[in-house]
């Protein structure tokens, strides 16, 4: 297939393996931000609602910091894991280029 010639967009979000790839795409996003923003708003409602228990401290380190922090490393991992799922994803995508070609 020449990288010039236009796909059949039609055909190709008929395809079963597109349909799988998006969808796959689109369950992982939804609940990694889910379950992120979840987590946020459960930090701030008790940074809030619960001060006095997010003042107690761990290690001479107070709970809000630890919440923060964990945030922060929150942060990293659902990167790390959308990188690692971004390689299984490549592959099918390749395999719907290819199919496409073969049309």
Same mark, same amino acid.
């Given at each position: 297939?020449?990288?010039?010639?236009?796909?059949?967009?039609?055909?190709?979000?008929?395809?079963?393996?597109?349909?799988?790839?998006?969808?796959?795409?689109?369950?992982?996003?939804?609940?990694?931000?889910?379950?992120?923003? &979840?987590? *946020?708003? /459960?930090?701030? +409602?008790?940074?809030?609602? =619960?001060?006095?228990?997010?003042?107690? #401290?761990?290690? @001479?380190?107070?709970?809000?910091?630890?919440?923060?922090?964990?945030?922060?490393?929150?942060?990293?991992?659902? &990167?790390? *894991?959308? /990188?690692?799922? +971004?390689?299984?994803?490549? =592959?099918?995508?390749?395999?719907?280029? #290819?199919?496409? @070609?073969?049309?």
């Amino acid at each position: 297939m020449s990288s010039l010639a236009e796909p059949n967009w039609e055909a190709l979000a008929r395809d079963p393996e597109f349909r799988a790839l998006v969808a796959s795409r689109r369950r992982f996003v939804a609940i990694g931000t889910a379950f992120y923003s &979840a987590y *946020l708003i /459960a930090f701030l +409602a008790l940074l809030g609602y =619960a001060k006095d228990f997010m003042a107690n #401290e761990i290690l @001479g380190i107070s709970l809000a910091l630890w919440g923060g922090l964990s945030i922060c490393a929150l942060t990293v991992v659902m &990167a790390w *894991l959308y /990188a690692r799922r +971004a390689g299984e994803w490549e =592959a099918m995508a390749a395999r719907v280029v #290819e199919g496409a @070609g073969r049309r």
